[in-house]
Structures are given as structure tokens and as C-alpha cells.
């Protein structure tokens, strides 16, 4: 049985940071690729960020490029999510969520429909 559990999320101050971490069970986490999202009250879902099953390529949405950094550890099935100059429209639950990839080692993916497994979400509140 696949589970994804995020954890590090909480209250904090417009400027500050956090660290989302997404421990993975269950399946090979180094032929996943694994992707962040976020959704607000009111919101649809969207992308945050992306990272091949290698590590090797990343994406971010703009709203994020240059604030937040994704990152792995596939010897402790981990993906993490560095945010740092957290503003109030980041509050949000963040999802990750992972996708069973044999192509190239860089794949990445954006879009949500794309992955087949989500975690439970973890909340992010960021107060101005």
C-alpha cells in the first residue's frame, strides 16, 4: 500500500520559512517522480513544484521560483519542500504526490492529473 505523509507544516510569519517533508512507503521511491501542490480555501489545486526521480531536474511555478526549492533523498524515501519569504498567499494545504516514471531519469511532471498518489496534505498559514 502506497502512503505519502507530509509533514512541517504550521503557522508562521509573512518573511519566514518552513520545511514541508513527504516521507514515501510502499512503493520504489527512486523511479517516482514526485511533485508539490497547493491548494487555498475557495481554490483549485495548483502546481508548486516538481522533481525528477533522479533529482537531477526541478520545476516551479512562478509564483514560487526563487523562494522555494525542492529537493530528495532516495536513500530515506524523502522529498522535501525548503520555502523561505513566505508571504499570506502561500497559506494553503500542501499536497505531495508521486508518479511511477520509467522514462528518462529527468522527466518531469506539472500537471495533477498526472500522478497516481497524494499524500494527505499538510497546512501552511502564513500571517502578514
Known amino acids: 500500500q502506497v502512503q505519502l505523509v507530509e509533514s512541517g507544516g504550521g503557522l508562521v510569519q509573512a518573511g519566514g520559512s518552513l520545511r514541508l517533508s513527504c516521507a514515501a512507503s510502499g512503493l520504489t521511491f527512486s523511479v517516482n517522480a514526485m511533485g508539490w501542490f497547493r491548494q487555498a480555501p475557495g481554490k483549485e489545486r495548483e502546481f508548486v513544484a516538481a522533481?525528477?526521480?533522479?533529482?537531477?531536474?526541478?520545476a516551479y511555478a512562478d509564483s514560487v521560483k526563487g523562494r522555494f526549492t525542492v529537493s530528495r533523498d532516495n536513500t530515506k524515501n524523502t522529498v522535501y519542500l525548503q520555502m523561505n519569504s513566505l508571504k499570506p498567499e502561500d497559506t494553503a494545504v500542501y499536497y505531495c504526490a508521486a508518479k511511477k516514471t520509467l522514462l528518462s531519469s529527468s522527466s518531469l511532471y506539472t500537471r495533477g492529473q498526472d500522478y497516481a498518489y497524494w499524500g494527505q496534505g499538510t497546512q501552511v498559514t502564513v500571517s502578514s
Open positions: 522533481i525528477s526521480r533522479s533529482g537531477d531536474g526541478t
